[in-house]
């Protein structure tokens, strides 16, 4: 079937958060990413990332819990909320790190889990190899991966499922800038508790399951080309 072709199931609000889907200057930075002209630059590229990260993370804090506190200003004492667990963050090598870094810039006391996936090119179908993996314990944690691109969904759902080795957490978020249908419909399916985050749903895929119109590799654009 052809991926462009397809009808995209209709996601439910409160499971898949489409963050552009709304005027706001993530829409600005978005934009700067899939340009093949500002991708020269791979500084303001990897930047852009970051801020989608901040700005994804920020809407995710809403759904986070808080504890009430006292604290004391140079003149009084007032009110104020402290988030109650920092999330444990995750994600995969190489491209996810960027992205990774603006969840961490406002979760600042999360510690952070890595793993290593790597599609099996030469083959009919998408083949994921996840061959390292680095976590705290996840058991009873808020846990929240993120990758920038999630085409057919398949890499993010075997780290995730290579991760429940740490433990199991207690609220799972996956957030990703660019997915196709036929990747959040995957995600969804296979990871039934997770909320997923994304900052647009493009058409789909192609032949080779890549993201139309997409904006091509992010690892590349943000750390240069591989052998």
């Not at 990413?33 to 303001?44: A, E, G, P, T, Y």
Request: proline letters at 6%.
């Amino acid at each position: 079937m052809d991926a462009l072709n397809s009808t995209p199931t209709p996601y439910a609000p409160e499971r898949v958060h489409i963050v552009c889907a709304e005027p706001s200057v993530a829409n600005h930075f978005l934009a700067e990413l899939r340009d093949v002209n500002k991708q020269r630059d791979s500084l303001r590229f990897r930047r852009n990332l970051q801020r989608l990260g901040e700005i994804i993370a920020y809407r995710i804090s809403s759904q986070l819990s808080y504890t009430d506190q006292t604290i004391t200003t140079p003149l009084s004492e007032t009110n104020g909320k402290l988030l109650h667990d920092f999330p444990v963050l995750a994600t995969v090598l190489r491209a996810g790190l960027p992205f990774h870094q603006g969840f961490l810039n406002y979760f600042d006391q999360s510690p952070s889990a890595f793993a290593a996936a790597y599609r099996i090119e030469g083959t009919a179908q998408v083949q994921v190899q996840v061959d390292y993996l680095s976590a705290p314990s996840l058991d009873e944690r808020v846990l929240i991966l993120v990758d920038p691109m999630l085409a057919s969904g398949k890499s993010l759902v075997q780290t995730y499922r290579a991760m429940l080795r740490f433990g199991t957490p207690r609220q799972v978020h996956i957030a990703a800038v660019i997915a196709s249908p036929e990747g959040v419909d995957y995600v969804t399916r296979e990871i039934p508790e997770a909320t997923l985050w994304v900052a647009a749903v493009d058409e789909g895929l192609n032949d080779q399951a890549y993201i139309i119109p997409g904006l091509g590799d992010a690892g590349d654009l943000s750390y240069g080309s591989k052998l």
